[in-house]
């Protein structure tokens, strides 16, 4: 898809990383910067910004009241027709804040429904894509033959696409750690172009 075809597309972009001042950040502002330039209509959601408790203290069987902040962040899962997420690997899966956003947010009745008396269950999200920007200290490759992606396969297949989100993509930027600063500024490129052309 180029920028052309996909002018005035709803997308929301959120920051998965707990500071507003990391690379995470700055990719989360080149990719919002080459969005609104290519046109399109764009929301931000600053995960560490938002006030909630990310423990979902009784799983599935309590009534954990949403707190306004969920509450707006769901109207503007809806409101989307392109969900990007922007985080780092740590451990090999998405910062605490981000699953405790999840988890809260995703619910059943919202993000998904069982089917009484089945195994299988309704995707509610369906007619939105995504597209994951993702920062590791591994070499992409190591977290790939290696570690074998266990963050990406978890905000893949049983999260995004679970819910119905499709096509997901994830880029991977890394090795961080030792990473140039010309190296940085291929990377925020990347993420600006994305922007343009998702």
């Not at 996909?6 to 969005?35: D, I, M, W």
């Not at 451990?91 to 059943?108: C, N, S, V």
């Not at 266990?150 to 880029?171: A, D, N, W, Y």
């Amino acid at each position: 898809m180029n920028g052309v075809d996909e002018v005035g597309k709803k997308t929301l972009v959120f920051l998965g990383h707990p500071s507003n001042s990391s690379l995470c950040a700055e990719l989360h502002r080149e990719y919002v910067q080459g969005a609104l330039h290519a046109g399109k209509d764009v929301r931000e959601l600053m995960l560490g910004d938002l006030d909630f408790d990310p423990l979902l203290k009784e799983g599935y069987r309590g009534n954990q009241p949403l707190e306004p902040d969920l509450l707006k962040a769901r109207e503007d899962i809806l409101w989307a027709e392109h969900l990007v997420f922007v985080y780092p690997i740590w451990w090999g899966g998405m910062p605490a804040l981000q699953k405790g956003f999840i988890d809260r947010t995703f619910l059943p009745g919202f993000a998904f429904k069982y089917r009484k008396g089945s195994s299988l269950w309704d995707k509610l999200l369906t007619g939105r894509s995504a597209h994951c920007l993702v920062t590791m200290d591994s070499p992409p490759w190591y977290f790939r033959w290696v570690n074998r992606m266990p963050g990406h396969h978890q905000m893949k297949k049983t999260i995004l696409e679970f819910c119905g989100i499709k096509p997901v993509r994830i880029t991977s930027f890394g090795a961080v750690k030792p990473s140039s600063a010309e190296l940085r500024a291929q990377w925020l490129g990347q993420a600006r172009a994305f922007g343009q052309n998702d």
